[in-house]
């Protein structure tokens, strides 16, 4: 909660803590709501995920200790508004969550990039969550947790990564039987030189399906690059 949260960050050890991260870098946000807005990237190492389409293994393994206080000196620094924390599997270190609001303690908008396969929970109330559900194309469906126990926020953003036909009559399916659209905003994004763009976006209209269609910007403008 917003409150526990708050008191987290101003705990005694706050100071001391540290996370492994992979990279830090400034560059537009390539997806979800802050879409086009120049954002200071945090990205942790570790993820307890194999995605088949996974574009960020060089993050499973390695990167250094960082302490947070020089994190948000970083991303102060960055000039940036906005800061995206993602990995990895942010949330697969316990330190992500004082990260995550002290991030918010210093009048930044915070985003997290997150699976559907751990409890989000806890997460600071003034962050936006980026939920990954994970479709069967990805070959880590079974890992997704139940959504109820996400306790989905109007400020929510649900992604489903489309593979092909089937992962599409599946995330439809999801959205329909749960009326997700009316919890949060649900993305659908086609995986990347897997699914044509064209050929998602003309399903979504067929089927008149309540969703944000989502073009990652990032590998429009400079591919499958890692730190941009």
């Not at 990237?41 to 389409?53: A, D, E, M, S, V």
């Not at 293994?57 to 800061?83: C, K, M, T």
């Not at 953003?157 to 329909?176: A, H, N, T």
């Amino acid at each position: 909660m917003q409150g526990q949260a708050a008191a987290t960050s101003s705990a005694p050890n706050a100071a001391a803590a540290r996370l492994k991260i992979t990279e830090t870098f400034y560059s537009l946000q390539g997806e979800a709501d802050a879409v086009g807005w120049p954002t200071f990237f945090i990205r942790l190492t570790g993820c307890p995920l194999r995605c088949q389409y996974c574009d960020t293994a060089y993050a499973f393994h390695g990167g250094e200790w960082r302490g947070l206080d020089a994190l948000i000196d970083e991303a102060l620094a960055s000039g940036a508004r906005h800061v995206c924390v993602t990995g990895g599997e942010p949330l697969a270190q316990k330190g992500c969550l004082m990260l995550l609001a002290r991030l918010c303690d210093a009048g930044l908008q915070v985003s997290l990039e997150t699976s559907g396969a751990i409890d989000a929970s806890v997460v600071d109330l003034r962050v936006v969550r980026v939920i990954d559900v994970k479709t069967p194309g990805s070959g880590e469906s079974q890992r997704n947790l139940d959504l109820d126990t996400q306790r989905l926020r109007s400020n929510d953003l649900l992604k489903f990564v489309i593979c092909d036909r089937g992962d599409y009559e599946w995330s439809r399916e999801l959205v329909r039987s749960r009326r997700l659209d009316s919890e949060c905003a649900v993305l659908f994004s086609p995986s990347y030189l897997q699914l044509p763009a064209a050929q998602l976006a003309d399903w979504i209209l067929a089927d008149r399906l309540p969703v944000r269609f989502q073009l990652q910007l990032h590998k429009v403008l400079w591919g499958d690059t890692p730190g941009r």
